[in-house]
């Protein structure tokens, strides 16, 4: 019991030493996770030399991404006891609206690692800024263009009713309708933008994609860029909604 605590008590106090909660996070699931293993299973699927890594942390800590050469990034599960249906579900649904997205979507490869058959997920590496690293005052000034892209986004995502994934949703007869559909889940941390034209690369991360209410995704603090951002997103949303159900009308 002691040798097999020993490890969980030398993380933790060197995480301890760590002010940053995101990346006391990121530290601790890099030591807690056998990543010798995981770079190997890397080497073996790429085929070519690793000369450039970067590691990150999913949501609650419940993953660990791996980015390589700036060209993959590979998701391995940590903590999550369903991360086998997340990942095989997160797939279908990328497969199933990358073709109606207007804003490009990764695709997602799955391998599997392993005698337990770990399903980890291969992206394409994006290049670009979150939300959160673009400046403040860039945000604000280019809020507008912005929301348009992702207004847009979300408009013709959440409209659209494919086929392939109507069994994902909680009731599969259930149909979009104002504020309600298809969403990424959280548009505003998962956006990636050129910082130089402002132009939307990609939507990443649909590990928690679903079918229900828009407007949670839509609150964030008060006097924040993102709260602007997203308060504008909105205003184009309705602005689209209303001219698509006027065009429906006259048809």
């Known amino acids: 019991m002691i040798f097999t605590s020993m490890p969980h008590f030398l993380t933790n106090l060197l995480c301890s030493f760590v002010w940053n909660k995101r990346e006391r996070n990121r530290v601790r699931a890099v030591l807690n996770s056998p990543m010798a293993r995981e770079i190997r299973f890397i080497r073996r699927d790429l085929g070519t ?11 609650q800590g419940r993953s660990l991404l791996i980015a ?29 609206l990358q ?14 690692m392993g005698r337990d058959k770990i399903p980890v997920r291969k992206y ?6 979150g939300v959160r ?21 979300l408009y013709q ?25 298809w969403s990424q889940g959280d548009l505003c941390d998962n956006f990636f ?21 828009l407007s949670p995704q839509m609150g964030y603090n008060k006097n ?14 309705d602005a689209l909604y209303k001219s698509g159900c006027k065009h429906a009308k006259k048809r």
């Open 49 to 59: 030399k690793i000369f450039k890594i970067k590691t990150f942390v999913g949501y």
């Open 68 to 96: 390589v050469n700036d060209q993959w990034i590979y998701k391995f599960p940590l903590y999550r006891s369903n991360f086998r249906k997340l990942a095989e579900n997160e797939k279908r649904i990328v497969d199933a």
């Open 99 to 112: 073709p109606i997205s207007p804003i490009h979507i990764p695709s997602v490869e799955l391998l599997y």
């Open 124 to 129: 394409e590496f994006v290049h670009g800024c």
């Open 133 to 153: 690293q673009l400046n403040p005052n860039m945000v604000l000034k280019h809020k507008t263009k912005l929301a348009r892209q992702l207004a847009n986004f």
């Open 157 to 181: 995502v959440s409209i659209s009713d494919p086929a392939e994934i109507r069994d994902l949703k909680p009731i599969p007869d259930d149909t979009p309708r104002y504020m309600y559909g």
């Open 193 to 213: 933008a050129d910082p130089k034209t402002m132009q939307v690369i990609a939507i990443i991360d649909w590990e928690d994609a679903r079918f229900g209410d």
């Open 224 to 237: 924040s860029p993102q709260r602007e951002l997203m308060d504008a997103v909105r205003h184009e949303y």
